[in-house]
């Protein structure tokens, strides 16, 4: 396994446990929703605890064989990371259901090219249903933007 895999999976852990600390620094609020203010980033929390234990399992599965980090990859990250920015810019303006259809539409095109049909599919179900989770089941009110309902 490289040493850089290593380190790399460890800082992911460390920043979901410092993420996880923030998270119970948040004060209850005893007015607020069903859920509360710690729900969502508890899960996210959770969620780049695990991704950082993914990570670990898979250098260890790849073994000593390095993988090359050439132009190509590194621009596809900056690429990514820029695209997150600018869904984290419009979030509030276009709202949850509009942001996240578009910001994952086109992550997917850059991910599975030419599966337009498939794409759009998963982004509009996905976005509803994760909507519908939130603002109907669990009563935490996302940003409603442009379609203000």
Same mark, same amino acid.
């Not at 999976?9 to 979901?16: E, F, Q, V």
């Given at each position: 396994?490289? $040493?850089?895999?290593?380190?790399?999976?460890?800082?992911?852990?460390?920043? #979901?446990?410092?993420?996880?600390?923030?998270?119970?620094?948040?004060?209850?609020? #005893?007015?607020?929703?069903?859920?509360?203010?710690?729900?969502?980033?508890?899960?996210?929390?959770?969620?780049?605890?695990?991704?950082?234990?993914?990570?670990?399992?898979?250098?260890? /599965?790849?073994?000593?064989?390095?993988? $090359?980090?050439?132009?190509? /990859?590194?621009?596809?990250? /900056?690429?990514?990371?820029?695209?997150?920015?600018?869904?984290?810019?419009?979030?509030?303006?276009?709202?949850?259901?509009?942001?996240?259809?578009?910001?994952?539409?086109?992550?997917?095109?850059?991910?599975?090219?030419?599966?337009?049909?498939?794409?759009?599919?998963?982004?509009?179900?996905?976005?509803?249903?994760?909507?519908?989770?939130?603002?109907?089941?669990?009563?935490?009110?996302?940003?409603?933007?442009?379609?203000?309902?």
């Amino acid at each position: 396994m490289l $040493k850089g895999d290593r380190i790399f999976a460890g800082c992911m852990a460390l920043l #979901a446990i410092a993420y996880l600390w923030g998270t119970f620094q948040i004060r209850e609020i #005893a007015i607020g929703g069903p859920v509360g203010p710690r729900a969502f980033p508890m899960m996210l929390g959770v969620a780049l605890l695990i991704g950082a234990g993914l990570l670990l399992l898979e250098t260890l /599965a790849r073994g000593d064989r390095p993988e $090359k980090l050439d132009l190509p /990859a590194l621009l596809s990250i /900056a690429g990514t990371l820029a695209w997150l920015v600018c869904y984290i810019a419009v979030f509030e303006w276009l709202g949850y259901l509009i942001a996240t259809t578009i910001f994952l539409t086109v992550l997917m095109a850059f991910l599975h090219p030419r599966h337009w049909v498939a794409n759009i599919m998963l982004a509009v179900l996905f976005s509803a249903g994760s909507y519908a989770l939130f603002d109907k089941v669990l009563g935490a009110k996302l940003a409603t933007g442009l379609l203000s309902f």
